[in-house]
């Protein structure tokens, strides 16, 4: 039998998509070492110029105009408004998509964000392709511009998820909750020991970890101020992504502060800082949460942005796996009753451990090689 030919589409360099393609990647290789796999960002391939851009304004209105973002997404309105302009796009873009498949010849192709999964459903329809297409959903809500009829499977994050996919029309036999893909070093056991010499940490003080995803988004400065009233004597690991201003920032402004904290930018082995630590302030992207969950790690998160996070931090709160704070400056009051309530603590990790898929990537990747 013939190693596997397999496309993983993604878009974004530092982003969740691409973290999804990479773990399914490794844990492709892993079953089966001969397959051959082109990981690519769909986006940059088709419009490159448009990928800068688009992305340059998605960040903007995050940051500055969050409401307009919750507006647009998975408004059943603006998704049957962007109908035409979304097939014309496709239209454009398929030529560029059967010079791709024509040269590597995939089996299947896989997409982790719903920009490139529709391009390849299209791509099908306009060329009478049978080429296998997998959406890999990497966020706790099934929105609208997922579903295409010429998806063969669905990856969700939970059985949640699959019944509200179900609900807006997707065949069920068609859908698979295996979870967010995710590496699989975040299940690993390790040596706590060593991590703390590693880092310089006191094992006898709390670790708090405080993250705002690879591009360290959210309001971080404002979070590491309010821990400065927190009772216990605790050691902060901030994790500033690609936010080169936040970090030098950051920088400048802890020297002043009595916590103990270590600052580090974009870093590979976030799976060692969450082992040591006691909880995690964090936005709850999807495969940040799927690790999180595996880690068995109390989550804390702190104003989500409307849309998919705001969706995501729903359903762990619902589930009892994290607790969201309003207001970043009073996240000191939490801090404070989580490491004085070793019972909620320990509920916390309960509740994470219930709903975590920790064999994720390996489950996706079994599926992969039987298609």
């Not at 960040?59 to 998704?79: A, C, F, G, Q, R």
Request: proline share 6%; with cysteine.
């Amino acid at each position: 039998m013939q190693p596997k030919r397999i496309i993983l589409m993604y878009i974004s360099e530092v982003s969740g998509h691409r973290s999804a393609t990479m773990a399914i990647e490794k844990a492709l290789k892993s079953l089966s070492p001969k397959c051959e796999i082109l990981n690519i960002n769909a986006f940059n391939y088709t419009n490159p110029i448009s990928e800068k851009v688009i992305n340059r304004i998605y960040m903007e209105v995050i940051k500055h105009t969050p409401k307009v973002w919750d507006y647009l997404y998975d408004n059943p309105s603006v998704v049957k408004g962007l109908e035409k302009i979304k097939k014309s796009v496709h239209k454009a873009n398929s030529p560029k998509l059967k010079k791709l498949f024509d040269n590597f010849n995939p089996d299947l192709v896989v997409c982790t964000q719903a920009f490139p999964c529709g391009m390849v459903a299209d791509y099908k329809k306009v060329y009478g392709s049978n080429l296998p297409l997998v959406a890999v959903l990497t966020d706790y809500i099934p929105h609208s511009y997922w579903v295409y009829e010429t998806v063969d499977y669905y990856i969700t994050p939970s059985e949640d998820v699959s019944e509200r996919l179900a609900k807006k029309g997707v065949t069920a036999s068609k859908i698979k909750p295996y979870g967010i893909p995710f590496d699989h070093k975040f299940n690993q056991k390790l040596n706590s020991e060593e991590i703390f010499i590693k880092l310089k940490l006191n094992p006898l003080k709390p670790v708090v970890l405080i993250m705002g995803g690879g591009q360290g988004l959210g309001p971080i400065k404002t979070i590491v101020k309010s821990l400065e009233k927190v009772k216990q004597d605790i050691q902060e690991l901030i994790i500033t992504g690609t936010n080169k201003k936040l970090y030098r920032s950051l920088k400048r402004k802890i020297r002043g502060y009595k916590k103990e904290i270590h600052l580090f930018g974009f870093v590979e082995n976030i799976h060692e800082l969450m082992y040591v630590s006691k909880v995690i302030i964090s936005k709850p992207g999807g495969v940040t949460t799927a690790e999180v969950l595996s880690a068995r790690l109390p989550m804390v998160i702190v104003k989500p942005i409307p849309g998919q996070e705001v969706n995501n931090t729903n359903f762990l709160t619902h589930k009892g796996a994290a607790i969201e704070v309003d207001e970043p400056k009073e996240v000191h009051r939490v801090i404070d009753e989580l490491l004085e309530d070793k019972v909620k603590l320990e509920n916390l990790k309960l509740a994470a451990a219930e709903i975590a898929k920790p064999n994720a990537s390996m489950d996706i990747a079994k599926l992969l090689l039987s298609i």
